[in-house]
């Protein structure tokens, strides 16, 4: 079992549309959580962080976080063809500031 | 603010031969992390510093690969030799501090290394 599952899609969505993408992790002890979005050969971009359970949101971002589960999500509102990238999960491992990614989910908008 | 700084953006090389990879984290950031990313996946660690130290270094082939961060600022990747499956993009990133849970990490653009 990955430590960071996440399904490479590519998950497609029409513009306008609410995107979401999910993310499994099997390290109970995770304190951090991270989205990246990484365009075609760029690097990665932080989007957003979460630390407690719940939502957080930002603009037309939200994540959201379930411990309990070993769970994590972002949701993309009002989706746009800028939106098309790879999103990328990340965990921290305990208070090691250790990061494990997972593969990633394609994502396209289409117009 | 300036962000992590990465050089060369790209280098092709033969096998057997050596290859630096040079990174500038963020003013004031006092870990910074070399990841090696290949295609379709995510990034994997190969070591972490925290000021000048390096406190993980599990996932760094030490038989081809070394790093150093001097002065607690800049470091340097190297690989000597060079083998096929090492080609993938390197990426630097950086982050205030680590060891405690609230660690957002930056990336710099990355280094596209191809061995032919």
């Known amino acids: 079992q990955k430590e960071v599952e996440q399904n490479s899609g590519p998950l497609s969505v029409p513009e306008g549309a609410i995107a979401s993408l999910n993310c499994t992790y099997s390290?109970?002890?995770?304190?951090?959580f991270f989205w990246y979005r990484q365009y075609s050969g760029k690097s990665p971009e932080l989007i957003m962080s979460i630390y407690s359970n719940g939502d957080k949101e930002d603009g037309r971002f939200t994540a959201q976080l379930n411990k309990a589960s070993q769970y994590v999500s972002l949701l993309i509102r009002d989706s746009q063809p800028s939106d098309s990238a790879t999103y990328l999960c990340a965990v921290g491992s305990g208070n090691t500031g250790k990061l494990i990614f997972g593969q990633g989910t394609t994502l396209q908008v289409k117009p | 603010e300036a962000g992590v700084v990465q050089s060369p953006r790209y280098k092709i090389i033969e096998k057997k031969q050596p290859v630096a990879f040079w990174c500038n984290p963020i003013s004031g950031h006092n870990t910074l992390y070399w990841y090696r990313q290949n295609l379709g996946q995510g990034p994997e660690l190969l070591i972490r510093y925290e000021n000048e130290e390096a406190v993980d270094d599990s996932q760094l082939p030490k038989d081809r690969f070394s790093a150093e961060r001097l002065k607690g600022v800049d470091s340097t990747l190297k690989i000597q030799p060079a083998e096929l499956g090492d080609s993938a993009v390197y990426l630097c990133a950086s982050s205030f501090q680590a060891g405690i849970s609230y660690n957002e990490q930056f990336f710099g653009p990355g280094t596209r290394l191809t061995v032919l």
């Open positions: 390290d109970r002890v995770s304190q951090s």
